[in-house]
């Protein structure tokens, strides 16, 4: 799946499964913040690989640490395509 093909239900549908599998909770749920769940800066580091494995991009770790919940890294992602990806995120094919 790439980003641009994924519409933002699936996108957040994927990254709450990243949030859940990385914080090992399989309740939480797309509005679910990262720190709020005690989560570290080596699970970032995963969820940010997870979403290139998963999305085929790349996203810096600073956008993690400020939308830090799967919806609102969607939200952020929706809008930076939206402007033309203003290098924010890469996307890349797989």
Do not use: C
Not at 13 to 20: E, G, K, M, P, S
Not at 31 to 58: C, P
């Amino acid at each position: 799946m790439s980003l641009q093909n994924a519409k933002a239900p699936e996108r957040v549908a994927v990254l709450t499964r990243i949030w859940r599998e990385v914080l090992g909770d399989p309740a939480l749920d797309e509005d679910a913040d990262l720190f709020e769940k005690n989560g570290s800066s080596l699970q970032v580091l995963q969820i940010t690989g997870r979403i290139h494995d998963a999305l085929g991009i790349d996203v810096k770790l600073r956008h993690v640490f400020s939308y830090a919940s799967p919806r609102s890294l969607s939200e952020f992602l929706d809008a930076e395509f939206a402007q033309g990806d203003s290098g924010a995120v890469h996307g890349g094919e797989k």
